[in-house]
C-alpha cells in the first residue's frame, strides 16, 4: 500500500485556484508505519519540539490504474476519511536547508492518523464537501473541497503518470489554507467532515 500526500493545495479564495494551477503538484510519500488507525492516541516524537498538524480528506483508491484520464479519475476513489499530516517542523526545516529529503519530517511512525472511512456514495458532489478540525474544543480549520487548487481528479491522472496506483492506496489531498499550527502533549484533536465525527484522539 502506498500513502501519497498532496502540499499546498488549498487557497482562501475561489478567485485564486487559476492562479495557482500551474501544473506543478507537490508530491510525497509518508511510509505505512507512520499511519495511526481506530481513534488510538499518538505519541509526541522525542526526536522534535515543533510538532505541526494539517487536517486533509484522505481518498482512498478502489481499483488498479496507471496514466488515468481526468475525465475517469473519480471512478476510482472507492472511500473518503480524514486525517492529520502531522510534520516534525524543525527537523524538516533542517533538512530543506541542506536540501535534503522529506522523509524524516513527515514520515516518523505517527505521522499520519486517519480515520474510518466513508462509502465514495455518501458525497455526491466531490467538489463540495466540508471538513473541519477541533482542537481542545476550538475549532482550527476549516475546509471545502471547492478551495482545491488540484481536485480530486487532478491528483489521480497526475500521479497515474508516474506510478500505477493500486487498490487500498491512500493519498492525502492537502490541508486548508489557513488555520495550521504546532501541537502540543495532551492536545486533544477531532476532525470531522459534513459535521460527523471521525476522527477521535490525543497527543500524550
Given at each position: 500500500m502506498k500513502i501519497l500526500a498532496i502540499g499546498k493545495n488549498y487557497v482562501a479564495n475561489k478567485v485564486e485556484i487559476s492562479a495557482n494551477k500551474t501544473g506543478n503538484q507537490i508530491i510525497f510519500s509518508k511510509p505505512e508505519s507512520s499511519l495511526v488507525k481506530n481513534n488510538h492516541d499518538v505519541v509526541y516524537p522525542s526526536f522534535t519540539n515543533q510538532l505541526n498538524y494539517e487536517a486533509e480528506l484522505v481518498i482512498k483508491i478502489g481499483k488498479k490504474g496507471k496514466d488515468i484520464k481526468i475525465s475517469e479519475a473519480a471512478s476510482y476513489i472507492s472511500e473518503i476519511?480524514?486525517?492529520?499530516?502531522?510534520?516534525?517542523?524543525?527537523?524538516?526545516?533542517?533538512?530543506?536547508?541542506?536540501?535534503?529529503?522529506?522523509?524524516?519530517?513527515?514520515?516518523?511512525?505517527?505521522?499520519?492518523?486517519?480515520?474510518?472511512?466513508?462509502?465514495?456514495?455518501?458525497?455526491?458532489?466531490?467538489?463540495?464537501?466540508?471538513?473541519?478540525?477541533?482542537?481542545?474544543?476550538e475549532e482550527k480549520q476549516i475546509g471545502n473541497t471547492s478551495l482545491m487548487i488540484y481536485d480530486f481528479s487532478d491528483i489521480i491522472a497526475f500521479t497515474s503518470k508516474f506510478m500505477t496506483l493500486e487498490?487500498?492506496?491512500?493519498?492525502?489531498?492537502?490541508?486548508?489554507?489557513?488555520?495550521?499550527?504546532?501541537?502540543?502533549?495532551?492536545?486533544?484533536?477531532?476532525?470531522?467532515?459534513?459535521?460527523?465525527?471521525?476522527?477521535?484522539?490525543?497527543i500524550i
Open positions: 476519511g480524514i486525517g492529520i499530516d502531522f510534520t516534525a517542523k524543525d527537523v524538516f526545516n533542517a533538512s530543506r536547508e541542506n536540501k535534503g529529503p522529506w522523509d524524516l519530517g513527515k514520515g516518523f511512525d505517527g505521522a499520519a492518523p486517519i480515520s474510518k472511512f466513508q462509502n465514495i456514495s455518501n458525497f455526491p458532489n466531490l467538489n463540495n464537501i466540508n471538513f473541519n478540525l477541533v482542537i481542545n474544543g487498490s487500498g492506496d491512500l493519498i492525502f489531498t492537502g490541508t486548508p489554507a489557513s488555520g495550521t499550527g504546532e501541537i502540543h502533549k495532551g492536545d486533544h484533536l477531532q476532525a470531522s467532515i459534513e459535521g460527523q465525527l471521525l476522527l477521535d484522539f490525543k
